[in-house]
């Protein structure tokens, strides 16, 4: 078992930062993959970017490709969201999951997340 807790969730202005924490604890001496989704009222869960277990390879939504950056400490058992020029459309709840189906590939689908924390609101102004 693994339980993840988001957290840097905020009201932010467009153009603005923010920066999204998602810390592990359970089963974190295996090896994972991790990704950032998110979901805006009235739609489906979507996925934002996600990061193999060495941070080696990455993978971004092309909506927030070039503005928000995924990066992981596995010494603090924690992966980050950097989202920088926020814009209105980035409102949403944004949640971090892990899979242990593998640590070497990121995956894109949320099928294939085992686990998921309980997200964390951002909201954009314009």
């Known amino acids: 078992q693994v339980q993840l807790v988001e957290s840097g969730g905020g009201l932010v202005q467009a153009g603005g930062s923010l920066r999204l924490s998602c810390v592990a604890s359970g089963r974190t001496f295996s090896s994972y993959s991790t990704g950032w989704f998110r979901q805006a009222p009235g739609k489906e869960r979507e996925f934002v970017a996600a990061?193999?277990?060495?941070?080696?390879?990455?993978s971004y939504s092309d909506s927030v490709k070039g503005r928000f950056t995924v990066s992981r400490d596995n010494a603090k058992n924690t992966v980050y969201l950097q989202m920088n020029s926020l814009k209105a459309e980035d409102t949403a709840v944004y949640y971090c999951a892990a899979t242990f189906k593998s640590s070497t590939s990121v995956r894109r689908s949320r099928v294939d997340y085992d686990y998921w924390g309980r997200g964390t609101q951002v909201t954009v102004s314009s």
């Open positions: 990061i193999t277990w060495l941070g080696t390879l990455k």
